[in-house]
Nanobody, 120 residues
Framework: QVQLVESGGGLVQAGGSLRLSCAAS????????MGWYRQVPGKQRDLVAS???????NYADSAKGRFTISRDNAKNTAYLQMNSLKPEDTAVYYC??????????????WGQGTRVTVSS
């Protein structure tokens, strides 16, 4: 079992920055890749960025050049630094962790979400 707790969301003006954090607890040694997704009402949850345990990253086109994902394995925490925020970045942001068992990827865990609102 893995528990994910996000923090750092809030209200920011366009052009501003926010840093989201996702703290993992539980069976942390079985966590592989971690990622950030976002969702607006009526739409699917979309990947924003992901990072492997070794630090390889992947970004959605909308996030490239503005967002940076990182993780501190010693603290069991993933981060999403968001700069140059736009109103269209407004969404609920969810942390995701991929859980591995002895045979490979097993399931995904999700945090409760943190709301980001960017005003124009």
């Amino acid at each position: 079992q893995v528990q994910l707790v996000e923090s750092g969301g809030g209200l920011v003006q366009a052009g501003g920055s926010l840093r989201l954090s996702c703290a993992a607890s539980g069976s942390i040694f079985n966590i592989g890749a971690m990622g950030w997704y976002r969702q607006v009402p009526g739409k699917q949850r979309d990947l924003v960025a992901s990072i492997t345990r070794s630090g390889s990253t992947n970004y959605a086109d909308s996030a490239k050049g503005r967002f940076t994902i990182s993780r501190d394995n010693a603290k069991n925490t993933a981060y999403l630094q968001m700069n140059s925020l736009k109103p269209e970045d407004t969404a609920v942001y969810y942390c995701n962790a991929q859980y591995y068992n002895a045979y490979g990827p097993d399931r995904d865990y999700w945090g409760q979400g943190t709301r980001v609102t960017v005003s124009s």
